[in-house]
């Protein structure tokens, strides 16, 4: 079934990645972006291209008459130590934004909205590993708790105008066009520094977790996301889903991986940990296999090469 979809953030990392699957799936295709980090670009060809600011009326404009079938929402501001310094600016792209996009959804009566969330940051320091959806959030950072907020406008907007939302929490996302000066991209940071022979620093003593699911995956998610039956349901966590491998990856253990899939020996340094970093960071995705028939596909070290390859085409 295909249909249209507007993507924001569609000049983005994973944005891009989500425009390209809607494409390949026969939909209609616009991507809206102020391109403050995307690249006009990365827009894949086939794919309309809007440069608005979510926060403008140009952006409401767009969503209201565009009549799309469906929004796909990854525009935000994305970085937790600009959320730390700059609360006003984080809620003003990811609140403020996210609230303007979900009234032009309503003015057009838009069947759906998928959201861009973060299993990463929402549940704060969670007890329990794989963490499941139904877990207590408790951000611990204003891009957490920004997070959060959008989930809660997306469920309240949608019930008063009518119109279906899930949010997505990814757990953290790698492949290529992931900016390695992005705060999120460990991998692409590793990578990019493994290919120009220079050491990885590691924060702490490297036994943090995390939880890497490749870009390829996560737009099949969201291209899943936009037709699939969810359940509405009275809690927040109802139509939402952790967009992740369910394994837990340790930085050591990261930086080894890096080493072997470009088959080059890393040299580390270590440097001191950095205050309010969660220790362990690792989500359930049953949910998702369940519901959404969704399922990461692409191992480890096969996404790293896709990467490695990215960067080495990016050179040349
Ligand atoms: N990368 C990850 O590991 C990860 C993990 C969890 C959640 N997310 C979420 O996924 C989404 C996509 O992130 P990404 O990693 O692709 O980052 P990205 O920076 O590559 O993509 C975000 C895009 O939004 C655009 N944008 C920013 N502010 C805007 C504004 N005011 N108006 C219009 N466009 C604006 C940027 O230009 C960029 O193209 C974000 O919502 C992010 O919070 C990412």
């Not at 032009?104 to 007890?127: C, L, Q």
């Not at 990885?200 to 998610?221: E, K």
């Not at 959404?292 to 896709?306: I, R, S």
Request: aromatic share 8%.
């Amino acid at each position: 079934m295909g249909g249209s979809v507007l993507v924001t953030g569609g000049a983005g990392f994973i944005g891009s990645h989500i425009a390209e699957a809607y494409l390949a799936a026969g939909w209609s295709v616009a991507c809206l972006d102020d391109l403050s980090r995307g690249k006009e670009s990365q827009v894949p060809p086939g794919a309309a291209f809007i440069r608005a600011d979510v926060r403008d009326a140009d952006a409401f404009s767009a969503v209201a008459d565009g009549k799309y079938d469906v929004i796909v929402h990854q525009a935000a501001q994305i970085d937790v130590r600009v959320s730390v310094d700059e609360p006003a600016l984080d809620a003003s792209i990811n609140l403020v934004g996210f609230a303007n996009i979900l009234s032009g959804a309503a003015a057009a009566g838009t069947r759906r909205v998928i959201f861009a969330s973060s299993g990463g940051v929402v549940y704060g320091d969670p007890e329990v590993l794989p963490t499941p959806e139904p877990t207590a959030t408790l951000p611990i950072s204003p891009y957490g708790v920004s997070k959060l907020a959008g989930e809660h406008y997306l469920r309240v907007l949608g019930t008063l105008h009518g119109f279906e939302g899930v949010a997505l929490r990814y757990a953290n996302v790698y492949g290529p066009r992931q900016d390695p000066a992005s705060e999120a991209g460990v991998v692409s940071i590793f990578v990019s520094r493994l290919l120009a022979g220079k050491p990885l620093t590691v924060f702490g003593d490297g036994t943090q977790t995390r939880d890497y699911v490749f870009v390829g995956d996560v737009a099949r998610a969201n291209l899943l996301a936009g037709t699939a039956n969810v359940a509405r349901g009275d809690r927040l966590d109802c139509p939402a889903f952790n967009i992740a491998t369910g394994r837990e990856t340790s930085v050591n253990d990261l930086a080894a991986h890096v080493g072997r899939a470009l088959d080059r020996t890393p040299e580390i340094t270590y440097a001191a940990a950095r205050p309010g970093e969660l220790y362990r960071s690792c989500l359930d995705i049953s949910k998702a296999k369940a519901d959404l028939g969704w399922e990461p596909e692409v191992p480890f070290d096969q996404g790293m090469q896709a990467l490695a390859a990215w960067f080495e085409g990016a050179r040349h």
